[in-house]
């Protein structure tokens, strides 16, 4: 059989890189050597699933067969693969070659078409530029009852049946009825105005723009069960307050970014209103006359209604109706103008999945009225691939979502230093990642270690503090922009939810840990290829490295999670795009100690 060889991630093979924008001219070439007659094609399908096939052309180039495809005209993901055809004396031998499993760049060949693992291709609008503030961001996330309490602002508490703690070294706790439903929210009392007092030791941290979660009224210590999109939750302070934070943080040269939940909103809300708090003229669930009734799904009124996954304290909105998309975003007084025009950044977009694309494309149109604004979506998976509810999703192909959270990041960076990942599939999921996404969106993407949805960072690497400055030294390595979650710089630890949500240990920090963050923070704010720098990687059996470079200059990490000592030679360094050799001379013979990282930098001069 005829020794095949593709790769996309080498130019050589598919250029240009990665995603393409709508309408670029795509080469392909292969490689087949054989001392027989190959015909060749490439086979490509749309999201249609229309296939067609492409007859490719012996190149001038020893055994390299070529086309040039100028037909995608479609945004969307497209998959291809090779069809050979070897002609040996009267008999003729099919096969196929794609894509391995996981993707390695270089592919296999199968002898069977239904066996063959396609490459994929994104296709995007156009280039999706975020505001450069942001592109330089280093964020902070926040959960506001978590952080810190105003030591000059008593706050009353307005609500009934929630309990307040005594100590705010207890750890976090829901008191739960019999059938599992909370009964209780507990919390620690943290607001807006000890957000406000705390910026002197964020912008000491290196922090230039903070993401809240939920700061609206809601019936919950999260808030993620809205109870009215127009007004603060009096438990952390009120509009003014807010607006002192606002104007504090933009006098310190910061941003604020706020947390929008629009697939649902709690059943204790102005627009649901399911134990008559707020009057029985109200809410669809006390009123079938009630102005918001056709926002939600009834199956039987009023006891039977659709509701977020199932739970009923969260009833879903039907994002096509034209009402709610008028108060949310259309409307001169939507949500997204009222909070906008006051001055915030821009917005994180909550379970971006179960908000239809056009309705994220109406957000987005809303805020490109306004100057620098930026709009992230919660994406857990790879976001260029998202499949919800049956529809391939295009909110990040263009004019939509500039960011979205790269929790798979996260989970690359988690599994490889706790040894579940190897560094070859550590590789992969980082160059898969990069091929698949515009560029523009890789490097806006909202990189985090840990958020108030997942157990703690430190919790995840079983309390080892070195590995977690391996972790963190990871996320000032790769593309886009980091955002920490407030208390990992302390050592706080804590499993999923509740027990991540834990107050900020202001008496009791490690502050070794968090001069470990200063420290890194720092270099990532200083090092500018760091933050625009275009990216190069490569594997060791033991170890991982990211090079970031531009015309100028290039820094090297390589990073070495195992048990054993590892030195680098030529022999052992794999890659698949060529690294230039003044690079690769400052790390070739290097050894990285176990459960350790190398850190490099130089000018190309």
């Given at each position: 059989?005829?020794?095949?060889?593709?790769?996309?991630?080498?130019?050589?093979?598919?250029?240009?890189?990665?995603?393409?924008?709508?309408?670029?001219?795509?080469?392909?070439?292969?490689?087949?050597?054989?001392?027989?007659?190959?015909?060749?094609?490439?086979?490509?399908?749309?999201e249609?699933?229309?296939?067609?096939?492409?007859?490719?052309?012996?190149?001038?180039?020893?055994?390299?067969?070529?086309?040039?495809?100028?037909?995608f005209d479609q945004v969307g993901t497209y998959s291809y693969f090779f069809q050979m055809e070897e002609h040996e004396d009267d008999r003729c031998y099919r096969f196929f070659y794609g894509a391995t499993n996981p993707n390695l760049g270089k592919g296999q060949c199968y002898d069977k078409k239904e066996k063959v693992t396609?490459?994929?291709?994104?296709?995007?609008?156009?280039?999706?530029?975020?505001?450069?503030?942001?592109?330089?961001?280093?964020?902070?996330?926040?959960?506001?009852?978590?952080?810190a309490k105003s030591s000059i602002e008593t706050i009353e508490n307005p609500y009934n049946n929630i309990l307040f703690y005594g100590k705010t070294t207890d750890r976090p706790?829901?008191?739960?009825?019999?059938?599992?439903?909370?009964?209780?929210?507990?919390?620690?009392?943290?607001?807006?105005?000890?957000?406000?007092?705390?910026?002197?030791?964020?912008?000491?941290?290196?922090?230039?723009?903070?993401?809240?979660?939920?700061?609206?009224?809601?019936?919950?210590?999260?808030?993620?069960?809205t109870a009215d999109y127009m007004k603060i939750d009096p438990l952390l302070g009120s509009p003014e307050d807010f607006l002192s934070l606002l104007k504090e943080v933009h006098a310190q040269g910061m941003y604020l970014v706020l947390d929008g939940v629009f697939s649902h909103v709690g059943k204790n809300s102005i627009y649901f209103n399911y134990d008559g708090r707020f009057g029985s003229h109200v809410g669809a669930y006390q009123n079938p006359q009630s102005p918001y009734m056709d926002w939600f799904k009834f199956e039987h009124y009023p006891d039977d209604y659709k509701s977020w996954w199932g739970i009923k304290d969260l009833p879903e909105i039907d994002k096509n109706n034209p009402t709610f998309q008028d108060y949310i975003y259309k409307g001169k007084d939507s949500v997204i103008n009222k909070w906008t025009e006051m001055g915030i950044d821009g917005w994180r977009l909550d379970v971006?999945?179960?908000?239809?694309?056009?309705f994220i494309?109406?957000?987005?149109?809303?805020?490109?009225?306004?100057?620098?604004?930026?709009?992230?979506?919660?994406?857990?998976?790879?976001?260029?691939?998202?499949?919800?509810?049956?529809?391939?999703?295009?909110?990040?192909?263009?004019?939509?979502?500039?960011?979205?959270?790269?929790?798979?990041?996260?989970?690359?960076?988690?599994?490889?230093?706790?040894?579940?990942?190897?560094?070859?599939?550590?590789?992969?999921?980082?160059?898969?990642?990069?091929?698949?996404?515009?560029?523009?969106?890789?490097?806006?993407?909202?990189?985090?270690?840990?958020?108030?949805?997942?157990?703690?960072?430190?919790?995840?690497?079983?309390?080892?503090?070195?590995?977690?400055?391996?972790?963190?030294q990871m996320l000032v390595a790769l593309p886009g922009v980091p955002c920490f979650y407030y208390g990992d710089e302390a050592g706080v630890s804590g499993q999923a939810d509740p027990d991540n949500r834990s107050f900020f240990p202001w008496d009791s920090a490690n502050q070794e840990l968090t001069a470990s963050f200063k420290k890194w923070i720092a270099l990532r704010k200083e090092n500018k290829v760091l933050t625009h720098g275009d990216l190069l990687a490569f594997y060791t059996d033991k170890s991982l490295g990211i090079i970031r470079y531009d015309n100028k200059a290039f820094t090297v990490f390589i990073f070495n999670p195992s048990n054993q000592s590892d030195y680098i030679t030529k022999n052992n360094l794999k890659y698949s795009q060529n690294i230039p050799d003044q690079i690769l001379?400052?790390?070739?013979?290097?050894?990285?100690?176990?459960n350790n990282a190398l850190y490099l930098a130089n000018n190309w001069e």
């Amino acid at each position: 059989m005829a020794e095949v060889f593709f790769n996309p991630w080498d130019q050589t093979y598919k250029y240009p890189f990665g995603a393409c924008k709508k309408d670029t001219d795509i080469h392909f070439k292969i490689k087949v050597k054989s001392p027989n007659r190959i015909d060749l094609k490439l086979i490509l399908k749309g999201e249609d699933d229309i296939e067609q096939s492409f007859s490719m052309n012996k190149s001038e180039i020893d055994n390299f067969y070529e086309i040039k495809l100028a037909s995608f005209d479609q945004v969307g993901t497209y998959s291809y693969f090779f069809q050979m055809e070897e002609h040996e004396d009267d008999r003729c031998y099919r096969f196929f070659y794609g894509a391995t499993n996981p993707n390695l760049g270089k592919g296999q060949c199968y002898d069977k078409k239904e066996k063959v693992t396609p490459y994929t291709l994104t296709i995007f609008l156009s280039d999706d530029k975020a505001p450069d503030w942001y592109q330089n961001a280093i964020f902070y996330q926040i959960f506001p009852d978590s952080f810190a309490k105003s030591s000059i602002e008593t706050i009353e508490n307005p609500y009934n049946n929630i309990l307040f703690y005594g100590k705010t070294t207890d750890r976090p706790y829901y008191v739960k009825k019999s059938d599992g439903d909370i009964a209780r929210w507990t919390y620690y009392g943290g607001n807006l105005a000890g957000i406000k007092e705390k910026i002197p030791y964020l912008k000491e941290l290196g922090i230039t723009a903070l993401y809240l979660n939920p700061i609206f009224m809601a019936s919950s210590v999260h808030r993620y069960d809205t109870a009215d999109y127009m007004k603060i939750d009096p438990l952390l302070g009120s509009p003014e307050d807010f607006l002192s934070l606002l104007k504090e943080v933009h006098a310190q040269g910061m941003y604020l970014v706020l947390d929008g939940v629009f697939s649902h909103v709690g059943k204790n809300s102005i627009y649901f209103n399911y134990d008559g708090r707020f009057g029985s003229h109200v809410g669809a669930y006390q009123n079938p006359q009630s102005p918001y009734m056709d926002w939600f799904k009834f199956e039987h009124y009023p006891d039977d209604y659709k509701s977020w996954w199932g739970i009923k304290d969260l009833p879903e909105i039907d994002k096509n109706n034209p009402t709610f998309q008028d108060y949310i975003y259309k409307g001169k007084d939507s949500v997204i103008n009222k909070w906008t025009e006051m001055g915030i950044d821009g917005w994180r977009l909550d379970v971006a999945d179960e908000l239809p694309d056009f309705f994220i494309e109406g957000i987005r149109k809303s805020l490109d009225a306004y100057e620098d604004k930026v709009l992230i979506g919660e994406v857990w998976e790879d976001a260029s691939r998202k499949i919800s509810y049956g529809v391939k999703r295009k909110y990040i192909l263009g004019k939509s979502l500039e960011a979205v959270m790269n929790y798979p990041f996260r989970k690359m960076i988690i599994d490889f230093l706790n040894q579940q990942f190897s560094s070859k599939e550590a590789y992969s999921q980082l160059m898969s990642l990069r091929e698949n996404y515009p560029k523009e969106v890789f490097y806006n993407n909202f990189n985090n270690l840990g958020t108030h949805d997942t157990p703690r960072i430190l919790t995840e690497l079983s309390g080892d503090t070195k590995k977690l400055e391996l972790a963190l030294q990871m996320l000032v390595a790769l593309p886009g922009v980091p955002c920490f979650y407030y208390g990992d710089e302390a050592g706080v630890s804590g499993q999923a939810d509740p027990d991540n949500r834990s107050f900020f240990p202001w008496d009791s920090a490690n502050q070794e840990l968090t001069a470990s963050f200063k420290k890194w923070i720092a270099l990532r704010k200083e090092n500018k290829v760091l933050t625009h720098g275009d990216l190069l990687a490569f594997y060791t059996d033991k170890s991982l490295g990211i090079i970031r470079y531009d015309n100028k200059a290039f820094t090297v990490f390589i990073f070495n999670p195992s048990n054993q000592s590892d030195y680098i030679t030529k022999n052992n360094l794999k890659y698949s795009q060529n690294i230039p050799d003044q690079i690769l001379n400052i790390f070739l013979n290097a050894s990285i100690p176990s459960n350790n990282a190398l850190y490099l930098a130089n000018n190309w001069e």
